[in-house]
Each structure stands twice: as C-alpha cells, then as structure tokens.
C-alpha cells in the first residue's frame, strides 16, 4: 500500500478521497442511514485505491522505467535494458525497447571503429590535411601537418583558420576555393632560420547531397626535396652549357677561319669543314637557349622592365626576318598598332617574337603567307602570329611548348632549330603573367596569340 501514497500517484489519490468526502456529504443529507452509506463510501474508496494501484503497477511504473531507459541512450549509455512483464502490451514495448538498445549499441560500436580507422588513416598520410567547415572553422588537422607547422590539435581544432595558420598563401588558397568552388593549387616557402621549405597546397572543396558548399579540404605536400633536384638539375645544365660555350665558340671560330682563307683546295675537307661549322653553329644555337631556359627558370629571375612603343620594337626584329622570308619568297605582312605602348622586358619580348616568326617561316611552305599584327584591348596587348604552313595535329598543340618536342623529328632537324624556342616563349610570356594560345589545322596553317598584361 505504501505505493498508493508515492509521489506520483499521491495527487490523485488526494482527487479520489475528496471526490468521496464530497459524495459522503452530500448523501448524509439526503439519507436516513448514515452508517451504511459510510460502509459503502469506504469499501467504494478501497476498491478505487486497488485499481489505481493495479493501474499504476501494471501501466504507470514501467513507462516510467522505459523513459528512463531511453535516458540513458541519450546519454550514450546503450547498455541499460528495460525488463517487465507485467502485461502482453508492457512486454512488447520492453522487447522492442531492449532490441533497439542492442541495434544502437552495434551501430555505435562500428561507428567508434570506422572513425578510429578513418582517425588512423589521416594520420598515416604523409602530407598534411586540414579540414575547414563552410564558416571557416577547423575541424579536422592530421598529424603530418603539425610536424609541418608545429601547435598541437586543440590549438588548431575550433578556430576559425586565419586565427591560428599564419601563411598568407593558406587564407588565399582557402578564399578561392570558397569563392570559385573548385581546387585551388598553390605553392609557398617557409623559412627556418638559414633553411627553407617549399610546400604545394590544394584546396577541394566539399558539397553535400544538395550540392551546396558545406567546406573544404587543404591537402599540403612538402615538395622541398623536389625543389632542391630541380634546382640542382638547373645548375647543372647552366654549368654544363656554360663550360661547353668557349669551346664550341673556338671550333666555330677556327673552322670560319679555314673556310674563309681558301687555302685548302681538297672539296672534302671544305665539305667536312662546312659541316663542322653547321653542327658547331647548332650546338652554339642549343647551348644559348639552354642557358636562356636557366636564367628564366632561376627562382631570382627578375624582368627588366621598360615602356615603349611597340612600333619601335617591331622595327628592331623584322630586317633580319624579312630576308629570311624573301629567300623562301613569303609574304610577310605587319599590322602594328603606331599608338600601342607596352611596359615589358623589352629584350624578352624581341625574343618571344622573333622565335613565333622565325617558326612560322621555317614551317610554311614556298608562296605562303606570314603575318604579325600587334593590337590592345582593355587589359592585354595581343600579338598574333598568323601563318598558311604545315598545321600542327590537335594531339600535338598541347606539347609544343615541351623542351625538346618535335612533330616531324626530321624535317625540324633540317630547319636547324634546337627544339627549344617555343619553351622559351612560353616561359617569357608565363614571367611577364601572360598567357599564350594556339589554333591550328594540319595543311591550313597556325595562328598564336600572346596575350601579355598592360
């Protein structure tokens, strides 16, 4: 009986009594035998208190044991379990309850080890990661990147990451994977004391199944090594071209010596001369735009900037052109703007001019047509090489600026060219931050357009 008197069911047991009290007093007055209807108030307020109690036993108590069950799942304690019988309704709810505990006990389980071997994974990746929410807070840093930039996790993980990553390079990297939602690929040095380290970044951005921005993910890959073989091979190649130039200068000039003073009769010897002084020439050509190729790659490379009038540069190159064209009786036009100016290395640009024509004639067949124009618009000066030659192949356009590529090995050997000059052009217009673009069909002809900033 002490259950009828517990603190969830005691108001309505307090309900019941009054309700009798109420009907007890209201009988008296109508009634002439007090004490019956006094038995039958009491035995009518028993048998209300049995089935409150039946009703709290059978029904009351075990939801209030399933609620603390489910409870403790909220707290993540799936181990609890919920036991009654009392009736088939109760028992049903406590299977089902007691099997839903043991579902998310299994999923919890397998969850805790796909994040502990997702954990092991990017901990494992020998580059570093950083995962950023849509709001720019870090969420995620593998323990590559630490060593990387030192801190430990808790002073990356929940802040926002211009807080705590200092590298300018990483905030634009992030911007502009945010901003144009795409990978972004960077690259940046770090100094430590007399060392320094290069790093490439790549930022992914992520989208959710709704295809809406919800973050992004900063790959970094330490490339210092990379970058200390590649210098090594630069220095190697300036050395090796450097130290190749005075003898190959001497055979040249000895051979132009004996071919001029006609004192040898022997037409083969002159013949053998005269390919000595070819290939020596060739070698000479190669050796120059290997060390031309050396100083524009050096990280310290710096453009000789002047302004000037694109008329005037354009007289400075053609002459020399010009003669090549009349020997392979070509058409050479020029469409110069007079009012262009250009601020640009003016050297460089001559080179990057000269290589397009001097291409251009040597691949366009006899009664063809050569033609430079030079123009502005808004944002770039644009210079367009335009020719009726061979064409290139569609395969081909993408690597004719690789060093060395060749379409037709053997006729470009015959031309004389070192299979160098368009890596040259390329990287002239990539270091004054232009861009350069190709059209061609084989047997019509090429046109290039360099696009160089104002």
């Known amino acids: 009986m002490k259950v009828l008197f517990s603190v969830p069911i005691r108001p309505y047991m307090f309900a019941v009594l009054l309700t009798f009290i109420t009907m007890g007093v209201i009988l008296f007055q109508a009634a002439d035998e007090p004490i019956i209807i006094i038995a039958v108030l009491f035995f009518g307020f028993i048998i209300i208190q049995i089935i409150v109690f039946l009703l709290y036993t059978n029904y009351v108590k075990p939801v209030q044991k399933a609620t603390y069950t489910i409870d403790e799942f909220i707290k993540g304690n799936f181990n609890a379990r919920f036991h009654n019988s009392s009736n088939e309704a109760i028992e049903e709810l406590s299977y089902k309850i007691n099997t839903l505990a043991r579902n998310m006990s299994a999923i919890s389980m397998q969850e805790q080890m796909q994040s502990e071997q997702l954990s092991t994974l990017i901990d494992s990746i020998q580059s570093g990661l950083v995962l950023i929410d849509e709001k720019g807070f870090i969420h995620v840093v593998n323990r590559k990147f630490i060593t990387m930039f030192g801190k430990t996790e808790k002073e990356y993980r929940g802040h926002l990451y211009y807080e705590v990553l200092e590298n300018e390079t990483i905030h634009e990297t992030v911007q502009k994977t945010f901003l144009y939602e795409r990978n ?271």
């Open 184 to 454: 972004i690929k960077e690259t940046f040095t770090q100094t430590h004391g007399v060392d320094k380290s290069y790093f490439e970044i790549v930022g992914a951005p992520m989208f959710n199944e709704r295809n809406l921005l919800k973050g992004a993910v900063l790959v970094l890959h330490d490339i210092t090594e990379l970058k200390k073989m590649e210098k090594t091979r630069k220095d190697f190649v300036a050395n090796v071209s450097h130290e190749l130039r005075t003898p190959i200068t001497s055979i040249k000039g000895f051979t132009e010596t004996l071919l001029d003073s006609g004192e040898n009769k022997d037409e083969t010897t002159k013949e053998f001369l005269g390919i000595i002084y070819h290939e020596s020439h060739r070698l000479q050509l190669l050796i120059e735009d290997l060390l031309s190729l050396s100083r524009l790659e050096k990280d310290g490379f710096r453009l000789v900037l002047h302004t000037f009038k694109a008329k005037d540069l354009i007289e400075e190159v053609i002459p020399a052109l010009k003669h090549k064209a009349m020997e392979k009786k070509l058409q050479l036009l020029i469409n110069v703007d007079e009012e262009t100016e250009m601020k640009a290395d003016k050297e460089r640009i001559k080179q990057v001019i000269v290589n397009l024509l001097d291409n251009a004639i040597h691949y366009t067949p006899e009664n063809g047509k050569v033609e430079l124009s030079l123009d502005s618009t808004a944002d770039f000066i644009h210079i367009k090489i335009a020719d009726t030659g061979i064409g290139i192949d569609e395969k081909s356009i993408p690597r004719i600026f690789e060093r060395f590529y060749r379409i037709d090995k053997a006729r470009s050997r015959n031309t004389g060219g070192t299979g160098l000059g368009l890596a040259i052009v390329k990287h002239i217009v990539e270091v004054h931050d232009g861009k350069i673009e190709v059209e061609s069909e084989v047997n019509q002809g090429t046109i290039i357009h360099v696009y160089l900033p104002k």
